[in-house]
């Protein structure tokens, strides 16, 4: 039986630090990029909010429904009916992820300080901002559970755009519906793949509806392993990446480190109901896992990366 430590990020500290915790697993959601300036997805604010049903391209119903449904629920329709207009909703991102405007933030750090400790055994997240890769984290430890904006192919026939390339069509053939860039077309047009010319480019996203990476379904049973499991920055209301926090063996650790408490409806308890479940607080992400590193006495960690000081 694992040593029971106690259930406060000081307690799991101690954990990290004892020995007896060897194998760490990590699910991220867009709260770990919010502190470098990417809004997550369903916080006042975030990119469904900036959705307004003015924006899209969506007939009248479906314009109603926004307004009264949450945006997230509509988008999904459009998906299904693959009316969404992905490519103008995400311009900015994308060619702001091309001139690489966003910079790691801690939480992206800590996972690689993870790795360098021996203990990180997985790190699934379900950004596809590409953030964890700039802290030289080994590739093979991250799944991109929705997967990745920075690999871009036709659906028809699987030939692999340069991402440059793309961004390229992406400025000139792409309406700009948030009105920021003066340069951008007035209206849409085809980004047609230069190989079977099918108007199908688009990045290795998942969008929803779609399937996984099937390595996310192999990897769900190595979580049975893990000693402490990290669920950082995530409403945990996706499936199936939210089911990450299930696969954990029953003494397994779990430290969620969110605004506000997530995953009651996936059994993660909170307060006094909390027999191995941890929340850091309403604090940041970058905030908390400031507090654990100075807890482990990794600051040494943090100095030698220039841009966080
Ligand atoms: N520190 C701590 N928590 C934060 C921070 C922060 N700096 N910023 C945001 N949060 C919290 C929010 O309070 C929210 O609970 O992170 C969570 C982000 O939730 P979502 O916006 O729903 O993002 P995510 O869980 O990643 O969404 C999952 O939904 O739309 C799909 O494909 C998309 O991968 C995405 C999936
Ligand atoms: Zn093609």
Same mark, same amino acid.
């Given at each position: 039986m694992k040593p029971r430590p106690s259930l406060d990020l000081a307690g799991t500290a101690e954990f990290l630090k004892s020995g007896a915790c060897k194998s760490v697993y990590v699910l991220t959601g867009a709260g770990a990029s919010t502190g470098a300036g990417i809004p997550d997805f369903r916080s006042p604010g975030g990119m469904y909010d900036s959705l307004r049903p003015e924006l899209i391209t969506a007939t009248e119903a479906q314009r109603k429904r926004m307004r009264m449904d949450p945006v997230n629920v509509v988008m999904k329709d459009m998906f299904f009916q693959n009316q969404f207009p992905y490519l103008e909703v995400r311009r900015p991102f994308i060619l702001g992820t091309q001139q690489q405007q966003w910079k790691a933030t801690l939480t992206h750090w800590f996972m690689r300080f993870l790795e360098e400790e021996g203990l990180l055994k997985r790190l699934? %997240?379900?950004?596809?901002? =590409? /953030?964890? &890769?700039?802290?030289?984290?080994?590739? !093979?430890?991250?799944?991109?559970?929705?997967?990745?904006?920075?690999?871009?192919?036709? !659906? =028809?026939?699987? &030939?692999?755009?340069? #991402?440059?390339?793309?961004? $390229?069509?992406?400025?000139?053939?792409?309406?700009?519906? &948030?009105?920021? *860039?003066?340069?951008?077309? $007035?209206?849409?047009?085809?980004?047609?793949? +230069?190989?079977?010319? $099918?108007? /199908?480019?688009?990045?290795?996203?998942?969008?929803?509806?779609?399937?996984? +990476?099937? !390595?996310f379904f192999e990897q769900l049973d190595d979580l049975n392993g893990a000693d402490l499991l990290i669920v950082a920055g995530t409403s945990l209301v996706v499936s199936p990446a939210n089911s990450v926090v299930m696969y954990v063996a029953k003494d397994c650790l779990r430290l969620i480190v969110n605004k506000e408490p997530v995953g009651q409806d996936l059994?993660?308890? &909170? =307060?006094?109901? $909390? %027999?191995? *479940?941890?929340?850091? =607080?309403?604090?940041?992400? *970058?905030?908390? #896992?400031?507090? /654990?590193?100075?807890?482990?006495?990794?600051q040494d960690k943090v100095r030698k990366i220039k841009h966080l000081l």
């Open positions: 699934f %997240t379900q950004n596809i901002d =590409g /953030l964890d &890769y700039q802290t030289g984290i080994s590739p !093979e430890l991250v799944t991109n559970v929705h997967g990745s904006l920075a690999r871009v192919s036709c !659906e =028809g026939c699987g &030939y692999e755009m340069p #991402f440059d390339d793309f961004c $390229a069509q992406v400025r000139t053939n792409v309406k700009d519906i &948030y009105r920021t *860039d003066p340069t951008a077309p $007035a209206e849409s047009s085809n980004i047609n793949c +230069p190989r079977c010319n $099918a108007p /199908l480019v688009k990045p290795n996203t998942v969008l929803f509806g779609s399937s996984l +990476p099937s !390595e059994g993660i308890r &909170y =307060g006094k109901d $909390a %027999t191995r *479940d941890v929340w850091a =607080g309403e604090v940041s992400c *970058d905030e908390a #896992f400031l507090d /654990l590193i100075k807890m482990l006495g990794w």
